[in-house]
């Protein structure tokens, strides 16, 4: 095997507390010159390595770092978070203290609940399956009315990931109270698994043709 195909299979890291962006510079530039699998860094480094890098070189990063004792809701919440950043690699600490405890299980467990966040931040939803939910959420509890006016939401459409976020046209942004928004969102996050993920909404008014 030569050097290049060794390279090939190595994430080039730095994960020093003391790192600066000079040295993850270095670190990056060494890892387009030598073609390494990644770089991995930290996460508060991803976004503007991500931004020096473009598509030359993918950009790991490690959540849980380096003890491993963050909550599973805190470790979700780190990986949603370098994947917006622009990474394209998430490694994990496990907690260390439950393997010592034979805790198999709870670590497994706690893997597939960062995996499912992300899955759940860069879900998509087509178009017309969005709006039979919509659909049967207004049926369920329709718009409400303000001002002798009723909110009209004609349809919705998934504008982007990471996170998910939906554009609704609607009649009137004012109609859209915070309290029949909540109620939607919470209809999407249950039709959708949407459960451990911020969602956006977007309103947009529209003249019905």
Not at 50 to 76: H, M, Q, S
Not at 84 to 108: F, R
């Amino acid at each position: 095997m030569e050097l290049k195909d060794i390279l090939a299979k190595c994430d080039h890291t730095l994960l020093t507390q003391t790192a600066t962006w000079a040295e993850i510079k270095g670190v990056c530039d060494d890892g387009m010159k030598y073609h390494t699998a990644s770089v991995c860094i930290p996460a508060s480094y991803v976004k503007q390595a991500k931004e020096y890098v473009g598509d030359r070189l993918p950009i790991c990063t490690v959540i849980g770092f380096p003890n491993g004792y963050d909550t599973t809701a805190a470790k979700c919440f780190m990986a949603s978070d370098a994947v917006a950043n622009g990474a394209d690699e998430v490694d994990m600490v496990i907690n260390i203290g439950w393997a010592k405890d034979g805790l198999w299980e709870k670590i497994t467990e706690e893997i597939a609940a960062v995996k499912a966040a992300y899955e759940q931040y860069s879900r998509r939803i087509p178009t017309g399956v969005l709006n039979e939910a919509l659909a049967d959420a207004q049926a369920s509890l329709q718009p409400p009315v303000s001002g002798g006016r009723r909110l009209k939401i004609y349809y919705a459409t998934q504008q982007s990931a990471c996170p998910p976020t939906f554009v609704f046209f609607v009649n009137s942004e004012e109609l859209m109270h915070f309290a029949y928004e909540r109620y939607l969102e919470n209809h999407l996050r249950k039709s959708f698994g949407f459960e451990g993920t911020p969602v956006r909404f977007i309103l947009r008014e529209k003249t019905k043709d």
